[in-house]
């Protein structure tokens, strides 16, 4: 945001300057007499009407800016004559730059706006952070949107860098399609790989639009000692800056002593040995601690936060969060240990970097407010919330109720209700439930044999069942289905793709989009590809495991003639096309399925069709 | 048993002490279902049998607690702790504790007391059931008050999970005064102890034997399915008889462990007597289920491959029909299923608006028709009959 532009000029003959707030919204005549007087006029930007300035040849520099208020009945004029005896003209310029941007954005709003007194925010009261904000979400919501999303191919790039796993797939997809005979246009697949993957685009445009503020600048400098005991300090030039951001003092130091009285350098390191700058970080020390730098240590006493005024100028603090006001009236209630609870007090490291935290938000566009000039975070709701309530009752119950119908009678007929039923009269019943009911059953229970073998054979089948959990829980190994790795690996690349595939067929069938169906056509062929190329991996696993039984059989062999002893031929079956076939059986089922779905809709809607034409 | 270890070693805890453990028992006690099941395995024999799996409950660990309820047929009812009791709660919150029992109970002198006081609180508790009205035989027909029980068990776990956390107990007792928004942080906080360091750990076992449908009570039991999740405590659920979907899936939702118990037919048709020894081979089965099979609470289950069937029935029945969908519509305020084409334009459970995306909705389109426009130029013969046109 530009910083404030002010300009000296005289108005209706008061000396005085001129000024245009940050946020752009009003523009300020301040009379220089009486000093430090409020500024006697206000013009709010959004009511200009025109500009005039002076042409550049003439000396006499002067500015008229003609103003309609809402409702008034005609237009004002203001004539300022700027009044610096060596820079007139730029200063003039430096107030007419951005109050022409203004004029040109009020032109524009109010060619479109019906309503021509409209002003630019949505209220006379809006700020220029808030009417920013509105500014930025609605771009926000547009670069969001699908469509742009989904033309973004920078974006798409970047998150397929930052994601390998997306990448890969992506690319294995793409491979796939581009082998195809008549391969899928670049634009259309990438617009199927990304359509039902449009939240992660959008997460990541958001997570790109994110920067990172400023942060304390005393935590990260930090001297640094080699192995000859050098103390070398690193400091970049950004990191200059941001001290001088931060710390106005030290740079007004900088600006006393540098470069009369100290280089450059030697400022910097005899700065960060300083007390000076354990006390601006805040840090406890004692004289003892720290060697004494006179040039530094004269600016020991000046209050660093004294010219900057209060950071956030509240006319007044609520009762319960004012320290001050403890302080005033019962000081005794917090102890005189508490230096948290004391104002003025702490000079440590809370209040430091309770202050740096402060400048560093001032600098933030706030997103939520709308207040400018009150505290943060603290709307009417905060300050609601934030009231000590512990003497208040109950809050009322603010769920939303639903109310539900018995859906029972939905049904066509409720036979399913209590099953074993009719057989017993429910009298029968209450009797035969109230003697089970008397027995006793503290009594120990007796077993005998037969109930031994009934726990044993129950025992068994919850192993069984434990077993066969188990084999779902861990991963896909060698030893399972009796294919190697790589096969494996090659199976789950086929079988990543296709569900890829399946995706894509969904997408466009169910769109029911006439326009589509050449695309959709194509994608079936994909689909079936996809069932040979399961074909292939499972030849792939026949050849390696004819290979593993030749290699078997030959090592058997070799035995036998070794040692003259045949060993028990190990039936090993195992793997092969039939076990790759289990293990992409729903895969293929998949595959079959959307085919028999495409099939049927295409006869039937040729059948239709046909029957149109005859008509 | 070295098949069974799915542990990895690393994560096994630190802490030495095991976090103690509330086990919620709740027992469908409808009349015509355990009068169906007298001849294989009466409720005397289940009743004896869950207080061998609760004693041990109790045994394995002394800080354990136990809470026993009746999903009747037109109430639910406290079996353990009893609530009238003037110290109900304390009784139930020094479960293995020493509560003086009276005098009577003092015969039996060779019994560890809290077994006993279980014991009698269960047995005292389930012979009030009968003295409440008899139920009416429509009455006996419906379903069990399955919800009603679930809410109060997980009610009371959530109450002993805030009681063994003193930290969230009193910021929910002392809150600001929004009901709700303590209760929730309460939840949070102890859905984080559950999930990190496991300072108090629950289990809810649902003994069901009624063959019914419990779409009445859908909202309410999806309500507690929730609930549950977001408390970390699984709904176990015994099935005695044919298995039912709902119940499996809720058991699933929440990692609890779902099994069915068939108990072998009983051949002997004989006396009182002579029937209950027959019985035993039913009841050493179930005994053998319960204690091989929900005997390990959420803790120890970290460690472990729990037993239930592979595959989970996740089809669900329409509300409108009844009948099984494989695609079906789903309310999303109240939850409720309807099969394809929708009928209504309002959910017929709660009245909201339903609107179906526009994929359900569209026709999907194999094939192009011809352009209305070209017939009237007259050419489309030719491209309807090319089939379906393939762009460049
Ligand atoms: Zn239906
Ligand atoms: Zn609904």
């Given at each position: 945001?530009?910083?404030?532009?002010?300009?000296?000029?005289?108005?209706?003959?008061?000396?005085?300057?001129?000024?245009?707030?940050?946020?752009?919204?009003?523009?300020?005549?301040?009379?220089?007499?009486?000093?430090?007087?409020?500024?006697?006029?206000?013009?709010?930007?959004?009511?200009?009407?025109?500009?005039?300035?002076?042409?550049?040849?003439?000396?006499?520099?002067?500015?008229?800016?003609?103003?309609?208020?809402?409702?008034?009945?005609?237009?004002?004029?203001?004539?300022?004559?700027?009044?610096?005896?060596?820079?007139?003209?730029?200063?003039?310029?430096?107030?007419?730059?951005?109050?022409?941007?203004?004029?040109?954005?009020?032109?524009?709003?109010?060619?479109?706006?019906?309503?021509?007194?409209?002003?630019?925010?949505?209220?006379?009261?809006?700020?220029?952070?808030?009417?920013?904000?509105?500014?930025?979400?609605?771009?926000?919501?547009?670069?969001?949107?699908?469509?742009?999303?989904?033309?973004?191919?920078?974006?798409?790039?970047?998150?397929?860098?930052?994601?390998?796993?997306?990448?890969?797939?992506?690319?294995?997809?793409?491979?796939?399609?581009?082998?195809?005979?008549?391969?899928?246009?670049?634009?259309?697949?990438?617009?199927?790989?990304?359509?039902?993957?449009?939240?992660?685009?959008?997460?990541?445009?958001?997570?790109?639009?994110?920067?990172?503020?400023?942060?304390?600048?005393?935590?990260?400098?930090?001297?640094?000692?080699?192995?000859?005991?050098?103390?070398?300090?690193?400091?970049?030039?950004?990191?200059?800056?941001?001290?001088?951001?931060?710390?106005?003092?030290?740079?007004?130091?900088?600006?006393?002593?540098?470069?009369?009285?100290?280089?450059?350098?030697?400022?910097?390191?005899?700065?960060?040995?300083?007390?000076?700058?354990?006390?601006?970080?805040?840090?406890?020390?004692?004289?003892?601690?720290?060697?004494?730098?006179?040039?530094?240590?004269?600016?020991?006493?000046?209050?660093?936060?004294?010219?900057?005024?209060?950071?956030?100028?509240?006319?007044?603090?609520?009762?319960?969060?004012?320290?001050?006001?403890?302080?005033?009236?019962?000081?005794?209630?917090?102890?005189?240990?508490?230096?948290?609870?004391?104002?003025?007090?702490?000079?440590?490291?809370?209040?430091?970097?309770?202050?740096?935290?402060?400048?560093?938000?001032?600098?933030?566009?706030?997103?939520?407010?709308?207040?400018?000039?009150?505290?943060?975070?603290?709307?009417?709701?905060?300050?609601?919330?934030?009231?000590?309530?512990?003497?208040?009752?109950?809050?009322?119950?603010?769920?939303?109720?639903?109310?539900?119908?018995?859906?029972?009678?939905?049904?066509?007929?409720?036979?399913?209700?209590?099953?074993?039923?009719?057989?017993?009269?429910?009298?029968?019943?209450?009797?035969?439930?109230?003697?089970?009911?008397?027995?006793?059953?503290?009594?120990?229970?007796?077993?005998?044999?037969?109930?031994?073998?009934?726990?044993?054979?129950?025992?068994?089948?919850?192993?069984?069942?434990?077993?066969?959990?188990?084999?779902l829980l861990s991963i896909i190994s060698d030893a399972d289905t009796g294919l190697s790795r790589p096969t494996i690996d090659s199976a789950i690349m086929t079988h990543n793709t296709t569900i890829e595939f399946l995706h894509y067929f969904w997408?466009?069938?169910?769109?029911?989009?006439?326009?589509?169906?050449?695309?959709?056509?194509?994608?079936?062929?994909?689909?079936?590809?996809?069932?040979?190329?399961?074909?292939?991996?499972?030849?792939?696993?026949?050849?390696?495991?004819?290979?593993?039984?030749?290699?078997?059989?030959?090592?058997?062999?070799?035995?036998?003639?070794?040692?003259?002893?045949?060993?028990?031929?190990?039936?090993?079956?195992?793997?092969?096309?039939?076990?790759?076939?289990?293990?992409?059986?729903?895969?293929?089922?998949?595959?079959?399925?959307?085919?028999?779905?495409?099939?049927?809709?295409?006869?039937?809607?040729?059948?239709?069709?046909?029957?149109?034409?005859?008509? | 048993?070295?098949?069974?270890?799915?542990?990895?070693?690393?994560?096994?805890?630190?802490?030495?002490?095991?976090?103690?453990?509330?086990?919620?028992?709740?027992?469908?006690?409808?009349?015509?279902?355990?009068?169906?099941?007298?001849?294989?395995?009466?409720?005397?024999?289940?009743?004896?049998?869950?207080?061998?799996?609760?004693?041990?409950?109790?045994a394995i660990n002394h800080a354990n607690q136990v809470a026993v309820l009746a999903s009747h047929v037109d109430n639910v009812a406290w079996l353990y702790p009893t609530p009238d009791d003037g110290d109900a709660s304390k009784q139930s919150s020094?479960?293995?504790?020493?509560?003086?029992?009276?005098?009577?109970?003092?015969?039996?002198?060779?019994?560890?007391?809290?077994?006993?006081?279980?014991?009698?609180?269960?047995?005292?508790?389930?012979?009030?059931?009968?003295?409440?009205?008899?139920?009416?035989?429509?009455?006996?027909?419906?379903?069990?008050?399955?919800?009603?029980?679930?809410?109060?068990?997980?009610?009371?776990?959530?109450?002993?999970?805030?009681?063994?956390?003193?930290?969230?107990?009193?910021?929910?007792?002392?809150?600001?005064?929004?009901?709700?928004?303590?209760?929730?942080?309460?939840?949070?906080?102890?859905?984080?102890?559950?999930?990190?360091?496991?300072?108090?750990?629950?289990?809810?076992?649902?003994?069901?034997?009624?063959?019914?449908?419990?779409?009445?009570?859908?909202?309410?039991?999806?309500?507690?399915?929730?609930?549950?999740?977001?408390?970390?405590?699984?709904?176990?659920?015994?099935?005695?008889?044919?298995?039912?979907?709902?119940?499996?899936?809720?058991?699933?939702?929440?990692?609890?462990?779902?099994?069915?118990?068939?108990?072998?037919?009983?051949?002997?048709?004989?006396?009182?007597?002579?029937?209950?020894?027959?019985?035993?081979?039913?009841?050493?089965?179930?005994?053998?289920?319960?204690?091989?099979?929900?005997?390990?609470?959420?803790?120890?289950?970290?460690?472990?491959?729990?037993?239930?069937?592979?595959?989970?029935?996740?089809?669900?029945?329409?509300?409108?029909?009844?009948?099984?969908?494989?695609?079906?519509?789903?309310?999303?305020?109240?939850?409720?299923?309807?099969?394809?084409?929708?009928?209504?334009?309002?959910?017929?459970?709660?009245?909201?608006?339903?609107?179906?995306?526009?994929?359900?909705?569209?026709?999907?389109?194999?094939?192009?028709?011809?352009?209305?426009?070209?017939?009237?130029?007259?050419?489309?013969?030719?491209?309807?009959?090319?089939?379906?046109?393939?762009?460049?």
């Amino acid at each position: 945001m530009a910083p404030p532009v002010k300009a000296s000029v005289v108005y209706k003959k008061v000396d005085g300057i001129l000024s245009i707030t940050k946020d752009r919204q009003l523009v300020l005549f301040t009379p220089n007499v009486p000093p430090s007087s409020p500024p006697t006029l206000k013009i709010h930007t959004s009511e200009i009407r025109n500009l005039q300035q002076t042409p550049a040849t003439k000396a006499k520099v002067s500015v008229k800016i003609v103003v309609q208020p809402p409702g008034g009945p005609a237009p004002e004029n203001y004539v300022f004559v700027f009044s610096s005896t060596t820079a007139a003209r730029a200063e003039a310029e430096a107030i007419m730059d951005p109050l022409k941007e203004v004029y040109a954005n009020n032109l524009k709003s109010t060619t479109s706006a019906s309503t021509p007194n409209a002003p630019v925010g949505s209220s006379p009261a809006a700020s220029g952070p808030l009417a920013m904000a509105q500014v930025t979400a609605s771009k926000t919501q547009d670069v969001l949107s699908d469509a742009t999303l989904l033309s973004d191919f920078s974006l798409q790039k970047s998150l397929l860098d930052k994601n390998a796993q997306l990448h890969q797939r992506f690319n294995e997809a793409f491979k796939k399609l581009k082998n195809e005979a008549d391969a899928i246009p670049l634009d259309q697949f990438s617009k199927q790989f990304w359509s039902p993957r449009i939240h992660l685009l959008r997460a990541h445009a958001m997570e790109r639009s994110q920067t990172q503020g400023t942060y304390n600048v005393f935590s990260a400098v930090k001297p640094q000692r080699n192995n000859e005991g050098v103390v070398t300090l690193k400091l970049s030039k950004e990191q200059i800056q941001l001290i001088f951001a931060q710390h106005p003092l030290v740079r007004r130091i900088y600006d006393d002593l540098v470069p009369n009285r100290k280089k450059e350098g030697e400022f910097w390191s005899d700065f960060f040995v300083s007390r000076l700058f354990r006390k601006l970080k805040g840090e406890k020390f004692t004289a003892s601690d720290v060697a004494a730098i006179p040039d530094l240590d004269k600016y020991l006493d000046y209050n660093e936060d004294a010219d900057t005024g209060p950071l956030f100028a509240v006319p007044n603090i609520p009762r319960f969060l004012d320290v001050e006001g403890n302080e005033q009236d019962h000081p005794e209630t917090y102890g005189n240990d508490d230096e948290t609870q004391r104002p003025e007090k702490d000079q440590g490291l809370l209040r430091k970097l309770n202050t740096m935290s402060g400048k560093m938000m001032a600098n933030v566009a706030p997103f939520d407010r709308s207040n400018l000039h009150g505290p943060v975070g603290m709307d009417e709701k905060t300050f609601d919330e934030l009231q000590l309530k512990d003497l208040q009752g109950a809050e009322v119950d603010n769920r939303i109720s639903l109310n539900i119908k018995e859906t029972h009678g939905l049904f066509a007929g409720s036979s399913a209700r209590n099953g074993q039923s009719s057989t017993v009269s429910s009298a029968a019943a209450m009797s035969d439930f109230k003697r089970q009911l008397l027995e006793p059953i503290g009594t120990p229970l007796e077993f005998n044999d037969t109930s031994k073998r009934q726990a044993a054979s129950t025992s068994k089948g919850l192993m069984k069942s434990i077993k066969q959990r188990r084999s779902l829980l861990s991963i896909i190994s060698d030893a399972d289905t009796g294919l190697s790795r790589p096969t494996i690996d090659s199976a789950i690349m086929t079988h990543n793709t296709t569900i890829e595939f399946l995706h894509y067929f969904w997408d466009v069938y169910l769109s029911g989009d006439e326009g589509r169906t050449g695309e959709l056509a194509k994608l079936v062929e994909t689909l079936h590809k996809s069932l040979e190329r399961i074909e292939a991996v499972a030849t792939e696993a026949d050849t390696e495991l004819q290979q593993k039984q030749e290699d078997q059989r030959l090592k058997d062999q070799e035995f036998f003639k070794r040692t003259g002893k045949r060993i028990r031929a190990q039936n090993d079956a195992s793997g092969g096309g039939k076990a790759l076939h289990d293990l992409l059986k729903s895969t293929e089922m998949a595959v079959k399925y959307a085919e028999t779905q495409y099939q049927r809709t295409y006869q039937e809607q040729v059948a239709q069709n046909g029957a149109q034409v005859q008509t | 048993m070295d098949g069974v270890d799915a542990t990895v070693r690393g994560s096994v805890r630190t802490s030495s002490a095991a976090p103690p453990s509330l086990l919620t028992i709740i027992l469908d006690t409808n009349p015509l279902s355990w009068s169906h099941l007298s001849s294989s395995l009466p409720l005397s024999a289940v009743l004896k049998t869950l207080l061998i799996f609760v004693n041990a409950h109790l045994a394995i660990n002394h800080a354990n607690q136990v809470a026993v309820l009746a999903s009747h047929v037109d109430n639910v009812a406290w079996l353990y702790p009893t609530p009238d009791d003037g110290d109900a709660s304390k009784q139930s919150s020094q479960t293995n504790g020493h509560t003086e029992v009276a005098d009577e109970h003092r015969v039996v002198s060779n019994k560890y007391r809290p077994f006993l006081t279980i014991e009698k609180n269960i047995s005292k508790n389930l012979r009030n059931l009968l003295t409440s009205d008899i139920p009416s035989a429509e009455a006996l027909k419906s379903p069990p008050l399955l919800a009603g029980a679930l809410s109060i068990a997980l009610a009371y776990a959530n109450l002993q999970l805030l009681k063994a956390d003193p930290m969230t107990s009193d910021s929910a007792s002392t809150g600001t005064g929004a009901v709700g928004a303590a209760d929730l942080d309460a939840h949070t906080s102890a859905l984080r102890t559950a999930r990190s360091g496991h300072q108090f750990v629950s289990r809810i076992l649902i003994v069901s034997v009624s063959q019914a449908d419990l779409s009445s009570q859908y909202i309410g039991l999806m309500n507690s399915v929730f609930a549950a999740q977001r408390l970390n405590i699984p709904l176990d659920v015994l099935r005695i008889g044919e298995r039912t979907a709902f119940l499996q899936q809720a058991s699933d939702a929440t990692s609890g462990v779902y099994l069915t118990y068939d108990p072998p037919n009983s051949t002997a048709n004989g006396t009182n007597g002579a029937a209950t020894a027959s019985f035993s081979s039913a009841t050493a089965g179930l005994l053998q289920t319960l204690m091989q099979g929900y005997f390990s609470d959420v803790a120890a289950r970290k460690l472990l491959v729990m037993p239930g069937s592979a595959e989970v029935d996740f089809r669900a029945a329409c509300f409108c029909h009844g009948k099984i969908v494989d695609l079906g519509g789903v309310c999303s305020v109240c939850l409720s299923i309807f099969c394809l084409p929708l009928e209504f334009t309002s959910c017929p459970t709660c009245q909201s608006p339903l609107r179906v995306p526009k994929s359900v909705t569209t026709k999907p389109v194999a094939f192009a028709r011809r352009k209305k426009k070209k017939r009237k130029i007259g050419d489309g013969g030719r491209d309807s009959a090319a089939g379906t046109p393939v762009p460049n």
